[in-house]
């Protein structure tokens, strides 16, 4: 086989498979509230809180999921190490029961993001969010990136230098 004509091939691969990711993105882009600077969100312990109040010098991860979503299954272990890493994580558990049901779930998988329970569904219309997982990246009081579907810590990652760098 021709090494030069398999490398060109997988590079092709790549790029298309780059450019059909980011294109699906685009297409399922959600979008921030208006209302997002009045509206308190509350966390499974009642505790209220505002998206533009957390750490303004990194970026803050909102990220939509669900208990009975699979991919999420490998998603929210990358989203639980970047909020050990220090990032402000906010996660919506989209229409995944009672707050018990999160709190034990959450427990379970040995998650310590910040969790906010969203039974019927009413915050992820509000943002337009229609897949799971969501990952937004709001950074000083915008949205920079959005990308849905299986994401890799190191795609999370320079996600986050560009959020923050550029």
Known sequence: MNYKKFLKNILSLFLTLLVM???????????????????????????????????????TIVYFWGTWCGYCRYTSPTINTLA???YPVVSIALRSGSTQDVTDYLKEHQYEFTTVNDPHGALANQW???VTPTIILLHQGKMDLATTGWTSYWGLKVRLFLTTFL
């Open 21 to 59: 990711s980011n294109l699906m993105d685009f297409i399922r882009k959600p979008a921030v509230p208006e209302d997002i600077n009045a509206t308190a969100l509350y966390d499974l312990q009642g505790n209220p809180f505002f998206l533009p109040q957390l750490a303004q010098d990194k970026p």
């Open 84 to 86: 050990k890493e220090g």
């Open 128 to 130: 337009g969010v229609n």
